[in-house]
């Protein structure tokens, strides 16, 4: 019940922030600009509408709500460039933007980031400015007369910047434009093809595809898109047609392509489709067998979806359709999409156009070659492989190669963005107003016998291991971080020890650096509930990604559980020598970090994070689970999954507070909400995979300042020398 008041609460802030962005707005049209206690002033007269002046922390309120405020209206927009060969290309948007404007996909999309997800003016602006140029690189879908064509580039974007909302702003202006039958390629595994199915459904399907389906009768419900685009088009509107769902298992299957209708596309029809599809032999291979058998595909294409080792079996050759574009994008492009077997050459310098691909990279080329009008837009952070994909490389039955032959851009992230740059910026001695994130980052040793080498094997977890491996920290031998351990929390790890020995079959077999990270994690998680009314109500995440293997992880799991239970327990009888230790780390490790302290006003005491409703131990409950679920996940095979960061604010009208596990799946593409503290130990040799696997890159708003990273000095000098 209290949660559900709380709730309430929330919802009347939202509302009341929806009015004061809307009287901001006005303000800037009017003036150019909008200072603070403008901001201010319409912050005060539309909370005091919705809560009154005598709501608990109403000033508190106001000057949160006024500093987010104005960040937003302060974000610089990020640089746009360009590279791009236009021959071939028959110029059709620059003249014509109206085309789409005012469009129930583009404009409806615009007023979701605006309303729904409180993107800032700079930041739309940029999507806006963004794909618009990258939209006028590829062709007019609507110009019949020109026939054929193949457009493909790649769009290259700082890691965790919001690359997703950029596409989906692309498919709907191209949806707009005309382009009716487009497909996303996300991911080789089912949990990111979900995620980003979520996103679709969010940003441009308009309704819940988890719990749509036509065979049982469940109806269409609306999300707050689809219920803006039903407001502004009732009459018009035409939903589009889904292969793909919201669910782990949602992917183009056998169902989806038996019940999917194959309605026919142009001009003059209203329909249109949308997949989204992991990069997985089976779900492609479906797509084009589904293609081959529709109305619109010209006779004798049936088999071209075969791969060897079977052969095709077309009695016609491609392209199969020609009354309709297909628009590609691949996320993530450089990742399973780009052929990495060795072209035979018939002479120096000449390939062998009888060649077969790996069988990714031959299927989206079978996927695209099946069209005589087609387009491919790559996105990634890391764009490597994909500039050396050979520019003329060709085989018989797969086309072109998925070189960006026609267009690069690469799209810099507005100001607010903590990236490469501002995280592993070496300290400039001669420059002291320049980057300092010696707090962000904490280096870490006692993970390994030698954690200056990146081939050490012996340790709880060496950076060589193999699946095998069992991770043992020897308390006794082991080596200690003397900067993380002062006395009373190596007092407290030893206590903490004894006690899990007495009351478990067995003692925490963890390093005091994994247990500083959890213990960092409940303080960061307890400042932003103090900090502010509305954090109670956002999601909070630590990571924890060390090993590849899936043994591995279940044992960290297991002792990541003990660990937090053995808290709870130590709180029951000895709850002084646990607040001493978390005191020590709050007044060490974040105190004079905080945006209080750098900007002098009135600092969160210790006594607050203990004592709040919301406090210490709240978070440590919270991490511990509901109903007996625990909100520790791993993330990585059978027996792990992903946590529902939606279904579990619906269901407790609260934020999840989780730690996740993990290996392969945390390293590309996957979002964790409210990431502020990271246990990075994974090496690697690749530029591409290591910064991939920074997840805690992105948008950190109101709490960029308790975000930590527990790393190994070598890994952190890895990213220094990337950036």
Known sequence: MIYKFMATILENINRAKKSIRIECDYIVKDNGKITEPEIKEEVKLALKKRLGENFHNFKSLVNETTEKFLLMYNTKSGKILELSDDKDHKPWLEDNPD???????????????????????????????????????????????????????????????????????????????????????????????QQTQERIDDGFIGY??????????????????????????????????????????????????????????????????????????????????????????????????RVPPLN????????????????????????????????????????????????????????????????????????????????????????????????????????????????????DEDDPSGSDQSNFIITISDFCENPYDLFCNKGWIPYKHNKNHIPIYNQNSGILDEDLLDEDTLNFYIELLEFSGANATEKINLPPSIIHAVMSFIIASTIRNVRSYEEIFSHKSMLIHVSKFINVQEKIEIEIQKLIKSILDVLKYNKEFFFKSMKHIYENYFLEHTKEFKANKKLISFE??????????????????????????????????????????????????????GGDKLSRGVTFDGLSTSYFLRASRMYDTLMQMGRWFGYRQGYEDVCRLYTSAELRQNFIDIN
């Not at 990258?134 to 580039?153: C, V, Y």
């Open 99 to 193: 085309r789409v404007k005012n469009g129930e996909y583009w404009e409806i999309y615009k007023a979701f980031l605006k309303e729904e997800e409180n993107f800032s003016e700079a930041a739309i602006n940029d999507i806006d400015s963004s794909t618009q140029k990258i939209l006028a690189k590829l062709e007019d879908p609507q110009d019949a007369a020109h026939s054929n064509w193949d457009r493909r580039g790649v769009v290259i974007g700082s890691i965790q910047s919001g690359k997703t909302a950029n596409f989906i702003g692309l498919i709907n202006k191209a949806r707009d434009a005309g382009y009716k039958f487009i497909v996303v390629l996300s991911g080789t595994n089912n949990d990111l093809r």
């Open 208 to 305: 819940y595809t988890s719990t749509y389906s036509e065979i049982k009768g469940n109806p269409q419900v609306y999300n707050p898109l689809g219920r803006l685009r039903q407001n502004k088009f009732p009459d018009k509107h035409q939903w589009p047609l889904h292969g793909t769902f919201n669910k782990l298992n949602g992917d183009f299957n056998k169902a989806a392509f038996e019940r999917l209708p194959k309605q026919n596309l142009g001009n003059n029809r209203d329909a249109s489709y949308i997949f989204v599809i992991k990069k997985n032999k089976t779900p492609l291979t479906r797509l084009i067998q589904w293609l081959l058998k529709h109305s619109q595909c010209k006779a004798g294409a049936s088999g071209f979806e």
């Open 312 to 427: 095709e079996t077309n009695s016609s050759e491609p392209p199969f359709i020609s009354d309709f574009p297909i628009l590609i994008l691949d996320d993530e492009c450089d990742h399973y999409s780009v052929d990495t077997k060795e072209r035979p050459e018939i002479t120096p310098g000449v390939l062998d156009e009888e060649y077969d691909p790996k069988t990714i990279n031959g299927l989206i080329r079978k996927l695209l070659f099946c069209f005589s009008r087609r387009a491919y837009v790559g996105y990634t952070a890391t764009p490597f492989a994909n500039i050396f994909i050979h520019e003329g490389a060709y085989a018989k039955n797969y086309g072109p190669d998925l070189f960006p032959k026609s267009f690069m851009f690469d799209i810099r992230p507005p100001s607010n963005h903590q990236g490469l740059e501002t995280l592993f910026a070496e300290k």
């Open 608 to 661: 607050e994070l203990r004592h709040h409703e919301k406090g210490i131990e709240w978070i440590l409950n919270e991490i511990n689970g509901r109903d007996g679920n625990s909100n520790i996940y791993r993330m990585s095979g059978k027996g792990g999954n992903k946590p529902n960061y939606r279904k579990y604010k619906n269901d407790w009208n609260i934020g999840l507070t989780t730690i996740i596990i």
